[in-house]
């Protein structure tokens, strides 16, 4: 059964998705972030040309694996980490029946 969209993916990263989303362009967009070259499609809305995929996917990377310090844990993580740890946290909720927490990036 194939619906179109990879539904597990969508629910393990759902909480997730709007607070990195915004820090990602908000990190992409500030001063002294990367500016990325963007082409104009001719009436097809906006496509990245090649030098701007490849910076987008650099500064991706550099935002992924940049440290921050939790503020419930005081430990250093990155947003892969807290991908990770959200998605052991889905898989003890789904195995052992218990509460789900979400991740507070602030508190």
Not at 7 to 30: E, P, W
Not at 62 to 67: I, L
């Amino acid at each position: 059964m194939r619906y179109g969209r990879a539904s597990l993916t969508s629910d393990l990263l759902g909480d997730l998705r709007s607070q990195m989303t915004d820090r990602l362009v908000l990190y992409l967009i500030s001063p002294g972030g990367e500016a990325l070259p963007v082409c104009l499609g001719g009436g097809q809305g906006m496509r990245m040309d090649e030098k701007a995929i490849r910076a987008y996917l650099t500064n991706y990377e550099k935002f992924m694996t940049a440290s921050f310090t939790d503020k419930r844990s005081r430990e250093q993580k990155n947003y892969r980490k807290v991908i990770r740890e959200n998605i052991a946290r889905t898989e003890q909720v789904l195995m052992e029946n218990t509460d789900y927490r979400p991740y507070i990036f602030y508190s």
